[in-house]
């Protein structure tokens, strides 16, 4: 036990050991739902290093745990040696190099193996709402002014920019509280192209029993 403990205080598996303890503390935030394990995914890019696939949190994660393992059972061989003074010194800095060349090889096969369980999502996109339906916001809608709300998949709300090409006929002039669709995104303007919507005239599914 007294030669573990010495091991576990020796450089560099104390530097490794205080980064540990950091991702332990990390996780128990996760557990208490404090935060989230994909929390540094927009902060850093493993993909540079052959980590990329998984939350970067986990990576990471993965990386402390093993390097920290890995420098501990070489600061156990090194004591065991009987070696002090300046060869003791570089044999612990070869211990640490050693730490994160096999943790770093280790992680990319456990992250290679297991990426497809951690499907990347694309990023959000303006694209994302054309074909829905949408409040008009505005007094009302022209081909050079106008704002409407629309419901994102995944359930809040965003006010855009949108035109409608005019004059309108007197059926399709949208007023504030008026439905509209949004057919078509202009980058240039950054804007979406709006229609008038009627729900009743929308289609409807066919019911299985009469396909």
Not at 45 to 65: C, E, K, M, N, T
Not at 81 to 103: D, E, F, N, Y
Not at 108 to 114: D, E, N
Not at 150 to 173: F, L, Y
């Amino acid at each position: 036990m007294s030669e573990f403990l010495s091991a576990a205080l020796t450089f560099p598996a104390v530097l490794f050991g205080a980064a540990l303890v950091v991702v332990v503390c990390f996780w128990l935030l996760v557990l208490a739902g404090v935060t989230g394990p994909d929390s540094f995914d927009t902060d850093l890019d493993a993909d540079s290093a052959g980590l990329g696939g998984v939350p970067v949190a986990v990576s990471v994660s993965l990386l402390v745990l093993v390097s920290w393992f890995t420098s501990l059972t070489g600061s156990v061989l090194v004591l065991r040696s009987g070696v002090t003074g300046t060869a003791r010194a570089a044999l612990h800095v070869l211990v640490l190099a050693g730490a994160l060349l096999i943790a770093l090889g280790v992680v990319r096969v456990v992250v290679h193996r297991f990426r497809r369980y951690f499907p990347a999502e694309p990023p959000p996109s303006r694209q994302d709402f054309v074909g829905q339906v949408c409040t008009v916001r505005t007094g009302s809608v022209s081909s050079d002014f106008g704002q409407a709300e629309v419901v994102a998949a995944d359930g809040s709300t965003a006010i855009v920019q949108v035109r409608q090409p005019g004059p309108p006929d007197p059926g399709e002039v949208l007023a504030s509280g008026s439905t509209g669709l949004l057919y078509a995104y202009d980058a240039e303007g950054e804007f979406f192209w709006i229609a008038a919507y009627d729900a009743a005239l929308a289609p409807r599914p066919v019911p299985r029993e009469a396909r």
